[in-house]
């Protein structure tokens, strides 16, 4: 009796772990546990890759800070980032530095700027979603316009 058991539950594990060898990992599903540093994104059609990228490099260069995505919408520039976790006591004053810093460094951009773990989930998925072809650039600016009237609400 004891060997059928024991069979049963090895081939049971067996067949479990089988079964999830091939499937991929999004990036979105890890984006919470783990440092995922998104590529910058911009929704416009044009290509202003060059500016997003300044953009992500100014605010990666924070010490308190260690994952940033930013996308960059025709209206709106979104920053969102993960604070260390000793840096959490801080988060109010390091979310007024960064947006003195930005608004300092790019003055013609209107940021929206975030730690909240949702958001940064979202700006994720939007930049798979990008990435991926499943978005045109006309939805993605209308779900960054969301992602930004969300953060708006939260505050």
Not at 10 to 24: D, E, I, K, R
Not at 48 to 64: A, M
Not at 122 to 127: I, P, S, T
Request: proline share 4%.
């Amino acid at each position: 009796m004891k060997v059928a058991y024991r069979l049963i539950i090895s081939v049971s594990l067996l067949l479990l772990t089988a079964c999830s060898q091939n499937q991929p990992v999004k990036e979105s599903q890890l984006a919470l546990m783990k440092t995922t540093n998104p590529p910058p994104l911009s929704t416009e059609r044009e290509n202003n890759s060059d500016r997003v990228e300044d953009i992500k490099r100014d605010v990666s260069s924070l010490p308190e800070l260690y994952d940033v995505a930013v996308i960059k919408g025709e209206k709106d520039t979104l920053v969102v980032y993960k604070v260390k976790h000793m840096h959490r006591f801080k988060m109010k004053t390091i979310e007024k530095n960064l947006n003195k810093k930005l608004e300092k460094k790019h003055p013609k951009e209107n940021f929206t700027v975030s730690s909240d773990y949702k958001i940064f989930l979202e700006a994720v998925r939007l930049n798979e979603g990008m990435k991926s072809g499943r978005l045109s650039h006309s939805k993605a600016e209308k779900r960054l316009e969301e992602i930004v009237k969300m953060t708006e609400d939260m505050k």
